[in-house]
């Protein structure tokens, strides 16, 4: 059975080093290319037409500004408008890497950790830099619910502390290992499969289980990159509220 590791490998196409780093054009830099461009021609003929009676792309192009701009006004308020271009354009970033990767022979990007990191560490940092810009010191009151006893301050402050460096953790921890672990499934199935057929007859009928089981899966990881896609620019909208209007 063919390792199923084996498909999050990162395979360098261009190779460069400057000095001892290693800045190599890989295959994650490839798709993410791809998805930076598919996105970019699907959204511009979408929006090209200007019809007043919109095509299938222009309307489903429409139907994204529309969810997008509802999640930002339901989660962050009419303040939150600015963030509209980042939240966009982090729904698709997020959402071209984990649906591409389900293409034969696809890389998906979003399924190391490194690159959910970078993502949940720029919201990160746009929270405290935004919040310290608008609210001063103050944005510090942030770790301390009102009427919060004297006494249990010390407590309250550090759990709180803690609840808001772990923010970046489980953003970006929660969308690379659902990427994986949905693709490892997908894999294992499918060399099930492959594996069947060497059993003559009899594993072409066997091999038909796992398949249908493969068939199941992938509808259902196409639904989990959306969803995934989904949880990751409402909690970045949640999260920069905290820059705008503090919590407590």
């Not at 490194?114 to 949940?120: E, K, N, R, Y």
């Not at 489980?170 to 969308?175: A, C, F, I, Y």
Request: with cysteine; proline share 6%; charged share 10%.
């Amino acid at each position: 059975m063919a390792n199923p590791l084996k498909q999050f490998e990162i395979q360098p196409i261009v190779p460069l080093h400057i000095g001892n780093i290693d800045v190599s054009y890989t295959n994650s830099s490839l798709w993410m290319t791809i998805g930076v461009v598919v996105s970019i021609v699907m959204l511009t003929i979408a929006v090209r037409p200007h019809a007043l009676i919109p095509g299938r792309l222009q309307m489903a192009s429409e139907m994204l500004y529309d969810f997008i701009a509802s999640m930002i006004r339901e989660n962050m308020g009419p303040k939150g408008r600015k963030f509209f271009p980042l939240i966009f354009t982090l729904f698709v970033v997020v959402m071209m890497g984990n649906s591409l990767g389900l293409l034969p022979f696809s890389f998906t990007y979003t399924s190391h950790i490194i690159v959910t990191v970078a993502l949940a560490l720029m919201i990160f940092a746009m929270v405290i830099v935004l919040g310290l810009i608008k609210h001063g010191l103050h944005f510090f009151t942030l770790f301390v619910p009102p009427s919060t006893p004297m006494w249990l301050l010390p407590l309250i402050f550090t759990l709180e502390l803690v609840s808001f460096f772990v923010r970046p953790v489980t953003l970006s921890v929660r969308l690379f290992a659902n990427m994986m672990a949905g693709h490892i499934v997908l894999k294992v199935f499918a060399a099930f499969s492959v594996s069947a057929l060497a059993l003559g007859t009899a594993g072409w009928i066997a091999g038909l289980v796992p398949m249908l089981f493969n068939s199941i899966l992938i509808g259902f990881e196409l639904l989990i990159a959306y969803l995934q896609a989904y949880v990751f620019a409402v909690l970045s909208c949640i999260y920069l509220k905290d820059a705008l209007e503090l919590e407590h």
